[in-house]
């Protein structure tokens, strides 16, 4: 089955987890494909001076994959620079946060796996 | 924990499934990480001209996001033409191929669920 790329498709979230901006989240697949094993599978995009604020998974883990741009997260706790094709992985139990620090959107592939 | 961009993620296919060329895959996650219901999360990066044969999936489903270029697609015996923002979902049992008929590299990522 081919989806056509669609507004439908597209999430807008103010101030995702406490941070700044609007964030645009395309879900790839809605979760009655998903299963019950995979809870997300978008593109997430942050514009420039945007984030999302840290917080803690319970009962999964996500997996992000930079595609476009660079930032700086805090991985459970610890700052670190990343850019195109940097995965950060994120435990059950443990935190994240991510913040466009660059001057073009910062574009990442989001999975949450339970 | 944060994967800065390594050549280890890289694996080339030559003529993968039976198509044309040496089709790159980029691994995001390995198989420990991803755990037992999500067998493959990787970027596919097929270059002008190229393919990957048309193959079944059994006992997995498999989604496509198409992040850059454009091409064409045996979705389940039916073709069809995709470009970027677009998804394909093959189900269990279903089939696919993909051409990469642009002038650009085709790159989409390949997300295989149990």
Redesign the interface.
């Given at each position: 089955?081919?989806?056509?790329?669609n507004p439908e498709?597209l999430e807008i979230k103010h101030n995702m987890r406490g941070g700044a901006g609007d964030i645009e989240l395309?879900h790839?697949?809605e979760s009655g494909?998903?299963?019950e094993?995979?809870r997300l599978?978008s593109?997430i995009r942050v514009k420039p001076g945007d984030s999302i604020g840290e917080h803690q998974h319970l009962g999964e883990?996500e997996?992000f994959?930079f595609?476009q741009g660079n930032g700086i997260?805090i991985?459970?706790g610890k700052k670190?620079e990343?850019?195109?094709?940097?995965?950060?992985?994120t435990?059950d139990n443990a935190s994240h946060s991510v913040i466009n620090t660059g001057d073009e959107d910062l574009v990442f592939?989001a999975?949450i796996?339970k």
């Open positions: 089955m081919i989806i056509k790329k498709q395309t790839i697949a494909v998903l299963g094993h995979c599978f593109q883990q997996i994959y595609i997260v991985d459970n670190a990343i850019r195109t094709g940097d995965v950060m992985i435990p592939i999975l796996l």
